[in-house]
């Protein structure tokens, strides 16, 4: 990425540098903020429904143990032993059946206390860390029973250090009560089934604290006994006096962040985040928290941050290669088009000197046909003096007279053969003026009349009555129009009609020959440079080509045709102009 800003302008650069700075953070902000929201939403949701769970779980373990401590204060053999005077052997048979209920149920204890709080029949009758004889007065379930209510507590047995949940019923003899029947029971199969299902650190904890805080059932060993919150003195004092914990010394839990009020609290070291959902367990002091790693959340979070923070930086990176390719193009399309601007002016300055190359090539042949013209004339006028000086000694003046008009005539055409030249080797001046058409035509035909007359060719020119005057340049018109003759003659070279026809009118100046004409593949390339046909040494194939650019640098139009009745038939058209 690095490599590829650094091609680009570093202006554009920069614009990506800080589109960048502001896109990425932006975006990877704006979603983590979204994803936070939503994934705290679903969160919050599950832990509801988690809690639901474990609420149902906890009554239902509890309860199920409701029935045994009912039952057994409406037990006849229960009321006997609360009697002042018992029998020690019912006695002993009540311990018996204790027992066994107590392991039928799979409770920790049962066992029957008298009005003063004493166990007087217990199911761990045979044990060490037996219940009897012990006094429980203390206890709230105890204190609860008696005053005819159903004792529920929860508490680290005094005597086996066992933590257990006691449910007491009262032995009602009519409105007082005579005694209770209390049954312990393990929580182990409750916290068993909240314990967490193996994800580690994150699956949800659930607790259950009681009215001080102090955390009592719990999916997680090492917060047992430990408080949510430093518990007061007077707290303290409290749970010491109840000796619920017997003794156990109540740490609070390695909070460092938030606190279940707030919803959100952090753990231990290095922090564990977590959402905390709390309940109130009705006809009970306790409360059901359920906490829920933020892990997950955060780990969403940072996810779709960094999806958002990449897609940003694509979609900046992108809009930056797109604007440096269109400026690359730009570039590239503004070099070419110098390029060829460049090439048009070399082209047209190679052109200038093609035309004048061309001019002199067709000079030169010009100069052959000149010749040949010249040569009978000075023939003629040879033998004409020649005579004149044999008829001057014979005195015959007339007859000298006559010879020397000849001469006169012959010298006068020789000089319009050469003025004509002349006008054609100089270099144009490019300057557009107003040319006359038919005079131009005549000079052309003049320049090829030789050659014309020698191969035997027909003329057709009507010259016009009114003058045509066009844009151009004389000199350039004739060399356009001497090209347009000799192609014809050529095409006329062993054709069976020869005839070449020059016509000016409305639509143009036509120059049709009886030759072969032009073979239809051949149409579209006459005016190519170096398109011919001819055999090599005769045709350059650039009079078209240079006629055409003249003609095209007059403002008009040449366009070549097959004619109906056979031949080649060139149209030339220009712009009109203001006589001269
Ligand atoms: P060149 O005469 O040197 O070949 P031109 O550009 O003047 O070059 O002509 C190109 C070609 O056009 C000729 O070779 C010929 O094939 C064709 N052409 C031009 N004039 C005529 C014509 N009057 N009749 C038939 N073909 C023609």
Do not use: C
Request: hydrophobic share 45%; charged share 20%.
């Amino acid at each position: 990425m690095v490599r590829f800003l650094r091609v680009v302008r570093p202006r554009l650069s920069l614009v990506a540098v800080l589109a960048l700075l502001v896109a990425v953070p932006a975006a990877a902000w704006i979603a983590a903020g979204w994803a936070e929201a939503g994934a705290r939403h679903a969160l919050a949701e599950r832990a509801l429904g988690q809690m639901a769970l474990y609420r149902a779980n906890l009554t239902a373990g509890l309860q199920r143990h409701n029935a045994v401590p009912l039952v057994l204060a409406g037990d006849p053999a229960v009321r006997a032993v609360l009697e002042a005077r018992r029998d020690p052997a019912a006695v002993e048979q009540l311990n018996r059946r204790l027992e066994s209920i107590s392991d039928g149920a799979g409770a920790l204890a049962v066992y029957v206390l008298d009005r003063s709080g004493t166990t007087v029949a217990a199911s761990n009758w045979e044990q060490e860390t037996s219940f009897l004889g012990q006094n429980f007065a203390y206890r709230p379930y105890f204190r609860e029973a008696i005053r005819g209510g159903v004792g529920h507590h929860f508490a680290l047995g005094t005597t086996s250090g066992v933590p257990g949940y006691y449910i007491a019923f009262p032995v009602r003899d009519g409105e007082a009560a005579r005694g209770a029947v209390v049954i312990k029971i393990g929580l182990e199969a409750v916290e068993r089934a909240w314990a967490p299902g193996g994800g580690g650190t994150q699956a949800d904890r659930a607790i259950v604290t009681d009215r001080h805080g102090i955390v009592f059932i719990t999916s997680t060993p090492d917060w047992r006994f430990r408080s949510l919150a430093l518990l007061s003195p007077d707290q303290r004092a409290m749970v010491e006096a109840s000796q619920q914990y017997a003794g156990v010394v109540i740490r609070p839990l390695p909070i460092t962040g938030g606190g279940v009020a707030a919803g959100e609290l952090a753990l231990g070291a290095p922090p564990v985040h977590y959402l905390v959902r709390s309940l109130p367990l009705p006809g009970t002091d306790w409360t059901l928290h359920v906490l829920s790693p933020l892990a997950p959340v955060y780990r969403q979070m940072l996810e779709v941050a960094l999806s958002a923070a990449l897609a940003a930086a694509l979609l900046v990176l992108a809009g930056v290669f797109l604007v440096h390719r269109r400026r690359t193009l730009t570039r590239r399309r503004e070099e070419l088009e110098a390029r060829v601007a460049e090439r048009t002016a070399e082209l047209s300055a190679a052109q200038g000197e093609l035309i004048q190359a061309a001019k002199m090539a067709a000079l030169g042949q010009m100069a052959a046909g000149v010749a040949h013209e010249v040569n009978n004339p000075l023939a003629a006028i040879r033998s004409y003096a020649d005579n004149a000086v044999v008829l001057l000694e014979r005195g015959k003046a007339d007859s000298v007279r006559a010879n020397l008009s000849e001469i006169a005539g012959l010298t006068e055409r020789l000089a319009r053969i050469t003025r004509q030249l002349k006008v054609f080797s100089r270099k144009s001046s490019n300057a557009l003026e107003p040319v006359n058409v038919a005079t131009a035509v005549d000079h052309a035909l003049a320049l090829v009349e030789a050659r014309r007359l020698g191969d035997g060719v027909e003329l057709v020119w009507r010259h016009p009555a009114e003058p045509v005057w066009v844009r151009g340049e004389d000199v350039r018109l004739q060399q356009v129009l001497v090209n347009l003759f000799r192609n014809a003659l050529d095409a006329l070279r062993g054709a069976p009609e020869k005839r070449l026809e020059v016509r000016l009118e409305s639509g143009g100046l036509t120059v049709r020959d009886t030759g072969a004409g032009i073979a239809p593949k051949h149409l579209g390339d006459l005016f190519e440079p170096f398109f011919t046909t001819k055999p090599a040494g005769e045709g350059l194939g650039l009079g078209l080509s240079i006629s055409a650019r003249i003609v095209q640098e007059f403002g008009g139009t040449l366009s070549a045709a097959n004619h109906r009745q056979g031949g080649a038939v060139f149209t030339l058209t220009l712009n009109p102009a203001e006589p001269r």
